[in-house]
C-alpha cells in the first residue's frame, strides 16, 4: 500500500513511524490468543535504527505482525507517552539521553 511504498522509498534510519490500529474487530484476539479483549488495539512500530529495534527488543515488542504469546506486550494507550519518550531520548539524542522511566499503564 501507499504507506509501505513511502517507508520504503523515503524512510530513514533516523525516522521512527508509529501505526496505531483501531479496535480489533470483535472475536480477533479470539482467534488469535483465544481470549477476546475487546480494548485491544494493533501498534506497529517501524523503524530502521538498530538502536531502537534493541530497545523494542529489550521491552518484549517482536517483528511481525502478530504478537507471538498473547504476554508479548501490553501497554494502554497513555502508557504508550513514557514509551515514545524514552525512544526518542535514548535512541535519537547526540548523547545518552535522559532515562524515562517506562509506565506500561500510564502515568
Known amino acids: 500500500g501507499f504507506l509501505e511504498q513511502f517507508i520504503r522509498d523515503h524512510g530513514t534510519a533516523q525516522d521512527l513511524f508509529i501505526l496505531v490500529g483501531d479496535h480489533q474487530p470483535p472475536a480477533m484476539e479470539h482467534l488469535i490468543w483465544d481470549q477476546i479483549n475487546d480494548f485491544a488495539v494493533p501498534l506497529h512500530i517501524i523503524q530502521k535504527n538498530p538502536t531502537v529495534h534493541s530497545k523494542l527488543t529489550t521491552l518484549d515488542f517482536t517483528s511481525g505482525m502478530i ?8 501497554w494502554t494507550h497513555e502508557g504508550l507517552y513514557s514509551l515514545i519518550a524514552d525512544i526518542l531520548s535514548s535512541c535519537y539524542s547526540a548523547d545518552e539521553g535522559i532515562p524515562i522511566p517506562l509506565k506500561r499503564k500510564g502515568i
Do not use: M, S, W, Y
Not at 69 to 74: F, G, L
Open 67 to 74: 504478537p507471538l504469546t498473547k504476554d508479548t506486550v501490553n
